[in-house]
């Protein structure tokens, strides 16, 4: 069955991006520390890369990550989606204007102007289409911003937590969880390497 994910990278403080975060400085000041493990030789982080990229059927994201990712500093052939480990699934961009140009033009790029929700069944519908395609399970992942997975938890989209808690505390940046819908988490798998302790929950 496909799962909706939200997968992110977080600091022991909970903040997902360092401080003054932009289109050039994505991550923000001293940011780059949330994502070490996904570059990391260690065999544990690799793993949890690879299994979980794997199963990327398709990716949703916000506006203000898009804008990074496809910005003049964003991604190139070995910092895309998945480090390498994944091929090319298809992406989903919450936004209330789509962009005039795309410069990662080799990506499948549709642009959600409904809202959240709409995004969330579009790129389940998408996963489902590519696993049957494929002939196995693939899942439909939120890869962020903050906000955009705070508000699919809070809106009851998500049916997996995945956390990459960093071994740093930035201080500020931006947060995580900004209070927001309680919501029941069950702890499925923990994996702790030098770069990262990897979580993994079930939401109710």
């Known amino acids: 069955m496909t799962r909706i994910i939200a997968d992110i990278s977080v600091s022991l403080d909970g903040f997902v991006t360092g401080p003054d975060p932009g289109p050039d400085n994505g ?23 690879r299994e979980a990229t794997a199963r990327s059927g398709a990716v949703v994201l916000g506006r203000r990550l ?53 995004a969330v069944s579009a790129a389940r519908a998408r996963a489902e289409e590519a696993s049957s395609d494929s002939g196995r399970e693939l899942d439909a992942f939120l890869m962020g911003g903050g906000a955009l997975v705070g508000s699919a938890l809070d ?6 937590l995945q956390l990459h808690l960093a071994p740093v505390v930035l201080g500020s940046g931006t947060p995580l969880f900004t209070g927001g819908t309680p919501r029941t988490l069950v702890q ?10 990897h979580l993994t929950y079930d939401v109710r």
Do not use: I
């Open 27 to 49: 991550l923000g000041t001293g940011g780059e520390a949330l994502h070490t493990w996904a570059f990391s030789d260690d065999p544990e982080d690799r793993r949890v890369l």
């Open 66 to 118: 898009f804008d990074v990712v496809d910005g003049p500093h964003g991604w190139d052939d070995r910092t895309g989606y998945g480090a390498g480990e994944v091929g090319k699934p298809a992406f989903f961009v919450v936004t209330s204007t789509p962009p005039e140009s795309v410069r990662l033009t080799d990506l499948d790029w549709t642009f959600v102007t409904t809202g959240l929700s709409d």
């Open 155 to 160: 809106a009851g989209l998500v049916d997996v």
């Open 188 to 197: 499925r798998a923990v994996t702790a390497t030098s770069t990262a302790t």
